[in-house]
Structure formats: structure tokens, C-alpha cells
């Protein structure tokens, strides 16, 4: 029997370690047979990301603290596989474990099943691979940024790669790590740079800098870019991160906050999914191991 859990985290606002909300679905053979929705207080009241996915401070203000949540999630995983869709709701839990002096979480065993997606259909190497777009092509209904409901799509998704290509979850671990065969000419830094690199954690999401950051920008670019991000100058409608660096009062006006910073921000409030995160957690993100 294949036993594996899937796993999505919601955040209060764009710090990563600001975990409010965590699902966790436990699947036999692709058959939900248990799950839990923990509310988490972030021990935080700036909840940006409320119109995201609907989570006020109310609501979490007398619920438990990541560090009284953490052991019973360790507990409750094991040893088991455990399936997430990209790389944000690990870097999340790394965030988190490392704000509350946490022993990380082993990550070898956990699977991304966006890059199931990936090797399974061929229309969806490059992109549309985001788990809403799957969940519809698959007729898969859910409650979309409700962690409890993305953590039971995402292993919906897991158990329908595993049909579609005859193979087991454990026999999906070690795929997962072989090269994704694409004709693009990684050899180019420029091109690099423009698509992101097809093998990184990070491919599919589009990545803005803004204000003075301690790298120079051009490797910065190229950091991001081998971690997958495909580098764009402005933000726009498909802008997914946005890397805050320094600002430059006289450069933004005398303003905190830069006009990059200022439209993502509405965006967010207009329901678009962008993750705005400091330099330093940008740093962390693109020197995680991949697993």
C-alpha cells in the first residue's frame, strides 16, 4: 500500500516564517483517510495576505503557536513521504523552523508535485503547471488557498501522476531528481537569465528586484535564474516574487516603499499570488539544497 502525506502552509504576510494556517492529508493508495487543519497564531498582526485566503488575526489569536504545533506535526509525519506543490510551502517551514529555533524537518523524503506534473504531461514541462490549472484539468474540485483543501489537491495530483506513469510514490523520489529534457540553450546566461533555468526549484516563477541589494544585480539575476526564476524588469500580471532589497529615499520620493513594492502590493490585494521577501530570505531560498 502507499501510504504519503500531502502537505500546503498559508503565511500572514510575505515574511515566509508567518505560518497561520497548515493542512495536512494523509492518503492510502490515493484515498484520503485522515487530515488535519491546524490555525496557527503567527505571533504576528500584520495579516497582509487576508484577502489571499481569507485568515484574520481573529481568527488565530487564541490558537496555538507554531512551536506548540511543530512536535505534534513531526509526530504525526514520521518517516512517510510527504507531497507539496512547488517549493514555497518548504521554504515556509524552514522559515518558520528557523524563527522558532526548531530543528528543520528532514526534506529528503518529500516530493514536489509540480514537477510530477512536469514529467508526466509534456504540455506542461515549461508551464501551467500551478495547482489550480492542474486541479481543473483533472476535474479535481477544491477550495483553492485553503491550506487544508491545497495540501488534499496537491496529493489528488501525486496519486494521478503515479497512475498516468505506472509507478509508486517511492519510485517518484528518485525521478524526480533526474534532468527534465528541454531544448533550451542553458549555456547562455542571457537566455538564462530570460526563461530560467528549466532544472532549478524555482522554474515557472517570474522574479522582481527592487531597491539596492548586497549582490550586485547581475548576479543576483543569474543566482535567481539557476534557481529557476525567470528575471523580469517591472511588475506585471504574471510577477509571482518580489525581491526588496535597500530603498533609495530619493530615489522612491522619500516613500518606504518603492513603486514596485507599491503595485505588487495591490496586486496582492487584487487576488494575485505574489511572494514579496527581503534579500536575505531570497539568499536562503536559492541555497536550500533541492531534494
Not at 488575526?57 to 511543530?70: D, H, L, Q
Not at 506535526?73 to 506543490?85: Q, S, T
Not at 506513469?165 to 530570460?194: A, C, F, V, Y
Not at 487584487?270 to 527581503?278: D, M, P, T, Y
Request: net charge negative; aromatic share 10%.
Amino acid at each position: 500500500m502507499d501510504t504519503y502525506f500531502a502537505y500546503d502552509v498559508e503565511t500572514a504576510n510575505y515574511d515566509y516564517s508567518t505560518i497561520c494556517q497548515i493542512g495536512l492529508v494523509k492518503f492510502e493508495d490515493g484515498q484520503v483517510v485522515e487530515s488535519w487543519d491546524f490555525l496557527i497564531n503567527p505571533q504576528t498582526e500584520d495579516f497582509m495576505f487576508t484577502c489571499i485566503h481569507g485568515i484574520t488575526y481573529n481568527m488565530v489569536e487564541n490558537k496555538p503557536t507554531f512551536n506548540e504545533i511543530y512536535p505534534r506535526l513531526l509526530e504525526i509525519i514520521g518517516n512517510n513521504f510527504v507531497i507539496h506543490h512547488t517549493a514555497f510551502d518548504k521554504y515556509a517551514t524552514q522559515a518558520a523552523c528557523e524563527a522558532h529555533q526548531q530543528k528543520i524537518l528532514d526534506f529528503s523524503r518529500w516530493i514536489d508535485s509540480a514537477k510530477m506534473v512536469r514529467r508526466t504531461f509534456p504540455e506542461f514541462t515549461k508551464k501551467g503547471y500551478g495547482l489550480k490549472n492542474i486541479a481543473q484539468q483533472i476535474g479535481i474540485e477544491f477550495n483553492h488557498h485553503n491550506a487544508c483543501e491545497d495540501a488534499r489537491a496537491a496529493g489528488l495530483i501525486a496519486w494521478f501522476c503515479c497512475k498516468e506513469k505506472g509507478i509508486s510514490i517511492s519510485e517518484w523520489q528518485k525521478l524526480n531528481k533526474r534532468p527534465i529534457h528541454l531544448t533550451t540553450n542553458s549555456k547562455d546566461i542571457q537566455e538564462l537569465i530570460k526563461n530560467g533555468n528549466p532544472e532549478g526549484e524555482l522554474y515557472g516563477e517570474n522574479l522582481v528586484f527592487t531597491g539596492t541589494l548586497s549582490l550586485p544585480r547581475t548576479e543576483a539575476s543569474y543566482k535567481a535564474a539557476l534557481a529557476g526564476c525567470k528575471i523580469q524588469d517591472g511588475i506585471n500580471k504574471q510577477t509571482t516574487i518580489l525581491v526588496v532589497g535597500i530603498q533609495d529615499h530619493f530615489t522612491t520620493g522619500h516613500r518606504e516603499k518603492s513603486s514596485k513594492q507599491i503595485k505588487a502590493e495591490k496586486l496582492i490585494q487584487q487576488g494575485q499570488n505574489i511572494k514579496i521577501i527581503s534579500e536575505n530570505d531570497f539568499i536562503k531560498i536559492i541555497s536550500l539544497p533541492e531534494r
